[in-house]
Each structure stands twice: as C-alpha cells, then as structure tokens.
C-alpha cells in the first residue's frame, strides 16, 4: 500500500521518513480561511482537525487519476498555535512574524497539530478517521535582533506559530510539554490511531529498509 502525504511541509515529510515511511507527496491547496469561517465557534482543536480533513479531500479529489492513489492511505496533517483564546497560523510576512513573537515571547501557548487519514482501494475511500491532539510549547525570550535574523531566515513565515522545533525556531524555544512530533507538526501517535480506525497497522508501512538501517550500530 502506499502512503501518500497530502501536505507540502518538509517538517512533516521529515518526520515520516525518519519514521519509517517513505511517502508520495501529493499536494491539493484549499482555501484554509473559507474552512476557518465555515467553523466559527467550534472548539479549536476541531477547527485544525477540518482543516486537514479539508486538505484530504482535496488532495484525493485534485489527484483521483494519480496512479499512487489506487490503493493507499492518504495522511493530511493542519497545525496551529492556540494563545489567548486565538488561533494562530502561518504568519506569512516578516511584519506579521515579528508582531507574533512580541505577543508570545516568554509565554505558554497549545500547539495543535490536526490529521485526517482515508484509505483508498481501487480508486475510492472506503474509510476515513480524524483526530487532533496539542502540546504546550512554552517560548524563549529572544531579543529584537536575533528575532530579525530569524525572520529574514524566511522559515518563520510559512509556519504555524511562526517557528519551528526542528530548525533554526528551536533556539528560541524553552520547553515542550507533550509530544515534539505534534508540535513539528506530525503527531505520530494520533497518526497511528486513526491508521488503525481504518484497519491499517502501522508497522506494515514501514519501509523495511530505511526502518533497518536506523538501528544498525
């Protein structure tokens, strides 16, 4: 079976590969703010949770004549930083970045990390799980030039919270309470939940090779 990522991050491509699977990466773009406001009220974690699943559908939906979706499992992922009530996602502009950060410095924010699995078979979806889970992350207290160094980086402005744990971000971060895959934005135990909600185990996935040479002395 092949896996197929709906997602274009590197981070959670990442965390795929050094877990064992090697996807096919097929990306669909949606509208995240029309899916934000279809979902006004709703509890944040459930607004994450239908943005991925929005992702999946459009990605099974844009790709259907793709041969790598025949028969697969489609993994989407969505992550957003929870802080004061207020969902936050990419900051897209350096401006944005920098205004972030002097909100979040030195403080404790949620990052929620949603998937949407659906298993494939001769074309169409036979089954589908969602699911979200968050970790507290808890902010260093950078100054004013490390801050602009790192939004001239470019990492910052296309990533939930406006930093990652798995690059240059991971300065700047002073502690995780939770799971770090969730917070890189691939949380690896939901993953394999809903996998299994879908009658998929995980280790079946693994690609034997790469899961071999990662315990080799």
């Given at each position: ?6 997602s274009?991050?590197?981070g959670r491509?990442?965390v795929?590969r050094?877990a064992?699977?090697?996807p096919?990466?097929l990306?669909a ?5 029309a899916?934000?406001a279809a979902?006004?009220?709703r509890e ?5 949770q239908a943005i ?7 990605a099974?939906?844009?790709?259907a004549?793709d041969p790598a979706?025949a028969?697969?499992v489609?993994i989407?992922?969505d992550?957003?930083l929870?802080?004061d009530?207020e969902l936050?996602?990419k900051?897209?502009t350096r ?7 002097e909100?979040?410095?030195g ?10 699995v659906?298993?494939v ?5 036979i089954?589908?799980?969602a699911?979200?889970a968050?970790?507290m992350?808890?902010?260093?207290r950078?100054s004013r030039?490390e ?22 971000g991971g300065?700047?971060v002073?502690?995780i309470d939770g799971?770090p895959s969730?917070?890189?934005g691939?949380c690896?135990?939901l ?7 879908v009658g998929?185990?995980?280790t079946d996935l ?12």
């Amino acid at each position: 079976m092949i896996v197929v990522l709906a997602s274009a991050s590197s981070g959670r491509l990442s965390v795929l590969r050094a877990a064992g699977i090697e996807p096919v990466v097929l990306v669909a773009g949606i509208d995240e703010d029309a899916v934000r406001a279809a979902h006004l009220g709703r509890e944040p974690g459930s607004v994450v949770q239908a943005i991925a699943q929005a992702k999946a559908d459009a990605a099974v939906r844009n790709h259907a004549a793709d041969p790598a979706l025949a028969e697969s499992v489609v993994i989407s992922g969505d992550s957003m930083l929870l802080l004061d009530g207020e969902l936050q996602g990419k900051p897209h502009t350096r401006d944005e970045m920098l205004r972030r950060w002097e909100q979040q410095m030195g403080r404790t924010g949620e990052l929620i990390t949603g998937h949407a699995v659906l298993r494939v078979e001769a074309g169409r979806v036979i089954a589908q799980a969602a699911g979200h889970a968050g970790a507290m992350v808890t902010m260093g207290r950078p100054s004013r030039a490390e801050l602009e160094a790192y939004a001239d980086t470019g990492e910052p402005l296309e990533v939930a919270g406006a930093f990652t744990i798995d690059g240059l971000g991971g300065w700047f971060v002073e502690s995780i309470d939770g799971d770090p895959s969730c917070v890189v934005g691939f949380c690896l135990p939901l993953v394999r939940r809903l996998l299994a909600e879908v009658g998929i185990t995980v280790t079946d996935l693994w690609n034997r090779e790469r899961a071999g040479s990662a315990v080799q002395p």
